[in-house]
């Protein structure tokens, strides 16, 4: 027999109930994404597409040691860009487009970060994951809630977003969660997605939100 779907007001409260669990197993709440500042937030944010997080901070160890604000960036050469990126993957178009963003960062911003997500998704390489990567976690602005791989997937299992792609998933989410959880929302599934709902292999059997997960019984443990 098919399950009844859920209305508005259980989905919401289901949302709340595994926000909260997911906020008392995991410590921690923020970025894997090792960063000083907004720059260099963003430089690692654009490498790590279609990157692991502990790649992009093994590159950007060395890499924030030679290059330390937007201008050094700009003015940097393609092909060496590309050198220190390569292992990231997509190191051509990666390096392109950071050199491209910090230029405009020099140009129109004085070097600076900007906190909006306007200003932020005119930037090259600067779509509105990356943005609400930096607002959330270096300005602390919810405009909206981070969709990487890792909340597609685990958003999908949670029943908590029926679509497959990236905005629409967001504009689900934000419907269901309330403004003030968003930032702690992307980080929380991401290292759920990261640490428990794999995807080769979730960890079904020792997952603290199995009796809320519409997927527990599908997924083997």
């Known amino acids: 027999m098919r399950k009844r779907r859920e209305s508005d007001g259980e989905l919401k409260t289901?949302?709340?109930a595994i926000l909260r669990r997911l906020g008392k197993a995991i410590p921690e709440k923020t970025t894997a994404l090792r960063h000083t500042s907004p720059l260099e937030m963003l430089v690692a944010t654009i490498l790590s597409a279609q990157c692991t997080d502990e790649r992009v901070n093994m590159v950007t160890a060395d890499l924030f040691r030679d290059f330390r604000t937007a201008k050094d960036f700009a003015k940097a050469s393609q092909a060496d860009l590309e050198m220190r990126v390569r292992s990231t993957g997509f190191f051509r178009a990666k390096a392109?487009?950071?050199i491209k963003c910090c230029q405009?960062?020099?140009m129109d911003h004085h070097g600076i970060v900007p906190d909006?997500?306007?200003e932020l998704t005119a930037l090259a390489g600067v779509g509105r994951k990356t943005?609400?990567?930096v607002l959330g976690n270096c300005f602390a602005k919810p405009e909206g809630i981070v969709v990487d791989t890792h909340v597609k997937r685990v958003s999908g299992r949670l029943g908590l977003a029926r679509?497959?792609?990236p905005?629409?998933?967001e504009q689900e989410l934000v419907a269901i969660i309330p403004r003030r959880a968003w930032i702690d929302t992307g980080n929380l599934l991401i290292w759920h997605g990261r640490k428990t709902c794999q995807a080769r292999k979730p960890k079904c059997g020792e997952c603290t939100l199995n009796d809320l997960c519409?997927?527990?019984e599908a997924v083997p443990a």
């Open 14 to 16: 289901r949302a709340a």
């Open 96 to 98: 392109r487009n950071i």
């Open 104 to 106: 405009a960062l020099v």
């Open 116 to 118: 909006t997500m306007e």
């Open 131 to 133: 943005a609400n990567v």
């Open 163 to 165: 679509s497959t792609d």
């Open 167 to 169: 905005e629409d998933i």
């Open 214 to 216: 519409p997927s527990a």
